[in-house]
């Protein structure tokens, strides 16, 4: 009796925090669809549009190109992973199961740069780009993510992982280094890169700060801070602005609830840099 | 025969000395580009004051740290800083344990469970601010219109930063959630069929063996979460704006540096305020490190 009263508390308690959290997405979809005059309408307050308002779509597309917008982030999500995950791969390799002088040193590096804010290395990093003439580039939204000290701390682990002998093996058949790494470890740290690239992309796609920065122009810069400036713009057309952060993000939730194993998975494994 | 396994040895040890540095080069060179270079030179340029208009940068010395020392802004901004924290980490921690806990139960519905809470972590921050920024409403939001009440969420100086803080618990308890299963997967379950045959209910369970078992995870947890936190921006940026009167009372270090850095131009100043989060961070992170010994077991 009194385990079944903790069962029906325990389901009480998952279903209100589940309908918090639902609340704000479903508030934002049915506002995305409203008229401005119903969503200042209280009495009796809209909860549902009368007429959905699906012009609100080609509006917001109208004023934000949001097609540009989504090749901006994608290029940026997609060109970051592959260097991400190129290179620390190689060097997770190296520092996991290479000896070679200068490799503590060198490693300590990657932890420092882990621990260190990134703010601090913003004003440089910009500084750099536009002296090369590269903001309001994609190159400049790549920028900062080209390797990942991050990433290579997970592949570092993710070698350490395997057993020694599947190397030994490899060499006592004659294996040099960069064959046993292409063709006998890499392959089987599959699982870690997927991790890196699933950690890469979702914070590529949120990082605001970075890409108001290197490009504040609106055809050369991400979702995220298009829509910091559609806030600035919009700032009383509730439904428009509703539309947008709904145009923006609802690719990446039906691609999260796809794939939610890995990115849960992935997310844990990466864990704490979020 | 010795030699030549001498050789061999020697002829390995030079092979795994050139390869790897070959694999380490490309993520080197990217550090000490993006990373270390910048590091420094943020660092250095903290001892300057930024020049007007093509002017050169002067030197000023310990100038910066001085005004910074002096400047009420700066410490306001701190103390915005501290109260959301505060407020962010210990409340989404403690959310996120006792959800983790339930889920880690053989119940119904945990993948949905699991799904509907991590889903703010894949949506980006601008997006939920904008949400929570309708919700907020004072006249036509959702929340006020619901409770009846009249409440000024974003725009009274005494609430606005807590306000703000609700929203980085809503966003952030899920992935904190399924970093507390990860670790509660390794606790072995007798100890819990143990502690019921002792007689012990479901709440000292928690205190006296989750929580222990677990503390190196709630450890990490918390170092990163408060780390996390100090670097509030992107919430503060898209809900407050220039006439919001909170505005003081909600800027956060990592937005006065952004104002100072990008918006005014005043790099060196900017420059300044970010050494200050950093040494800041760097503090509460050797104080947690020392702090740990009392009350994380390892084994």
């Known amino acids: 009796m009194k385990k079944k009263i903790s069962t029906i508390v325990m389901y009480v308690v998952l279903a209100v925090v589940s309908f918090t959290m639902l609340v704000p997405f479903v508030w934002m979809f049915l506002t995305a669809f409203k008229t401005t005059a119903e969503t200042m309408q209280l009495d009796p307050f809209v909860i549902v549009p009368s007429v959905w308002q699906t012009q609100n779509f080609g509006n917001v597309i109208k004023a934000m190109d949001f097609v540009r917008l989504y090749a901006n982030t994608l290029g940026m999500m997609a060109l970051r992973i592959l260097f991400a995950v190129l290179t620390a791969t190689l060097s997770g390799y190296a520092f996991a199961r290479l000896e070679f002088k200068g490799k503590n040193i060198m490693f300590a590096l990657v932890l420092l740069q882990m621990m260190i804010p990134v703010q601090i290395f913003i ?28 990433g290579t701390f997970l592949l570092r682990q993710a070698y350490m992982q395997l057993p020694k002998d599947l190397e030994e093996a490899a060499r006592l058949d004659g294996c040099n280094i960069p064959k046993t790494f292409f063709y006998i470890m890499a392959p089987l740290t599959k699982s870690a890169m997927v991790a890196l690239g699933i950690f890469t992309a979702v914070f590529a ?27 600035g713009q919009y700032s009383q057309k509730y439904p428009e602005l509703m539309m947008a952060a709904l145009i923006s993000c609802v690719p990446m939730i039906v691609i999260y609830i796809i794939f939610q194993k890995q990115f849960i998975e992935g997310i844990a494994t990466s864990g704490g840099k979020l | ?130 949400v929570w920024k309708w919700l907020y409403n004072s006249n036509f939001g959702l929340i006020n219109n619901t409770f009846h009440i009249k409440v000024n969420w974003i725009s009274d100086p005494k609430i606005a930063i807590y306000s703000i803080a609700v929203i980085g618990i809503w966003s952030v308890i899920g992935y904190n959630m399924v970093l507390f299963l990860a670790g509660l997967q390794e606790v072995p379950r007798d100890y819990y069929e143990a502690a019921a045959l002792d007689g012990a209910n479901e709440w000292h369970q928690l205190i006296n063996i989750t929580v222990p078992l677990i503390s190196p995870t709630i450890f990490f947890v918390l170092v990163t979460r408060i780390i996390a936190a100090m670097q509030v921006f992107d919430l503060i940026y898209m809900l407050i704006d220039l006439n919001n009167p909170a505005w003081k009372k909600t800027e956060s270090l990592v937005f006065l540096f952004y104002k100072y850095s990008f918006e005014q131009s005043k790099k060196g100043y900017g420059a300044t305020v970010v050494v200050v989060l950093l040494m800041v961070i760097l503090l509460l992170t050797v104080v947690q490190l020392i702090g740990q010994k009392k009350w994380v077991h390892y084994d």
């Open chain 1, 123 to 150: 004003i440089p990093q910009y500084v750099m780009v536009s002296k090369l003439h590269l903001t309001n580039t994609i190159f400049g939204l790549v920028f900062p993510g080209i390797v990942s000290a991050f």
């Open chain 2, 1 to 130: 025969m010795r030699t030549q396994e001498k050789k061999k040895i020697s002829s390995r040890q030079k092979s795994e000395f050139i390869w790897g540095w070959l694999f380490i080069l490309p993520t080197m060179l990217g550090l000490i580009v993006l990373n270390i270079y910048p590091m420094i030179d943020t660092i250095r340029q903290s001892f300057y004051k930024t020049g007007d208009f093509g002017k050169g940068n002067v030197f000023v010395g310990l100038d910066n740290y001085k005004k910074v020392l002096g400047d009420a802004e700066v410490w306001q901004a701190l103390w915005n800083t501290i109260k959301y924290a505060i407020v962010e980490v210990p409340l989404s921690l403690v959310i996120a344990l006792l959800l983790a806990v339930m889920l880690n139960k053989k119940i119904k519905g945990r993948d949905v469970f699991r799904t509907i809470f991590f889903l703010p972590m894949v949506v980006a921050p601008a997006a939920i601010a904008m």
């Open chain 1, 205 to 231: 796609y949120k990082d605001l700060m970075w890409s108001m920065i290197v490009c504040p122009d609106n055809r050369a810069t991400t979702l995220a801070s298009a829509l910091a400036k559609m806030n």
